[in-house]
């Protein structure tokens, strides 16, 4: 019988690993384990060797679920991993070689992040990126109510600059060669709809859900949604 694998979920920027709770209630009621991982946000190439290692310490097979940035660093850590048996990318980035998550946010109309950042310099250098704690409802979690909202902002993980503009540095992203799924928000204000339509063609997704009306949060907002995906994903690799 084959080893039913481990659903490794790994957060954006201005989350944190419980925003995937309610995911990984709905996980435990399929029979599946899961571990959230605590991302890093400093650089695509370190985050996504501390997932590896995350995997690595595991030592069972994974399906792998990124949010956001997490998509990038998703497709970073499961290139040439064997363990690595299906992508989940929940409301994330899909890079291509040459793509950062601030060219991709771009690449369609309609993200209004950008004004709803606050920048400060780190020790470490170059700047952090946190969301206005009074933006952060509209913006990233418009489908939640407003005292979540606040809860969300006031935990929220900052995000270096270098993160956002880093590349993937694999020669290929991990969605050429692992199957891959997509879910994601109709009214996303981080990353447009447009753009994750176009990211999940483009890897050949082998399905693609669009909650209507939700939100860049959809794994707090929509968790049936991320966690059927999820669901399909592990079934699909098994």
């Known amino acids: 019988m084959t080893e039913q694998p ?6 954006g920027a201005f989350a944190e690993s419980a925003s995937w709770n309610r995911v990984i209630q709905r996980l435990h009621g399929h029979g599946l384990q899961a571990v959230a991982v605590a991302n890093p946000l400093r650089d695509v190439e370190g985050d996504g060797a501390y997932v590896r290692d995350v995997i690595a310490g595991l030592g069972r097979p994974v399906v792998l679920a990124g949010h956001s940035y997490g998509g990038m660093v998703i497709s970073q850590a499961a290139t040439g991993d064997p363990a690595v048996q299906g992508l989940v990318y929940v409301g994330a980035f899909a890079p291509d ?5 601030f060219l991709l946010s771009a690449k369609f109309e309609g993200s209004t992040l950008g004004d709803a950042l606050v920048a400060y310099p780190v020790a470490s250098g170059g700047n952090e990126f946190r969301i206005d704690p009074g933006k952060f ?5 418009a489908d939640v109510d407003a005292g979540e909202a606040a809860l969300m902002a006031a935990t929220q993980r900052p995000v270096t600059e270098r993160a956002l503009r880093d590349e993937i540095t694999v ?10 799924w997509f879910v994601h928000g109709e009214r996303d204000l981080n ?3 447009a753009a994750l339509r176009f990211m999940a063609e483009r890897a050949g ?4 859900t669009e909650v209507p009306g939700a939100s860049h949060a959809l794994a707090v ?3 049936d949604a991320v966690a059927a995906v999820i669901v399909e994903a592990v079934r699909g690799t098994g």
């Open 137 to 141: 409802h509209h913006q990233f979690c």
């Open 191 to 193: 990353i447009p709809a």
């Open 221 to 223: 907002s929509a968790p």
């Open 205 to 208: 997704a082998r399905g693609t």
């Open 97 to 101: 070689a040459g793509e950062s998550a």
């Open 171 to 180: 020669a290929e992203p991990a969605w050429r060669g692992i199957p891959s």
């Open 6 to 11: 481990v659903v490794v979920l790994v957060h």
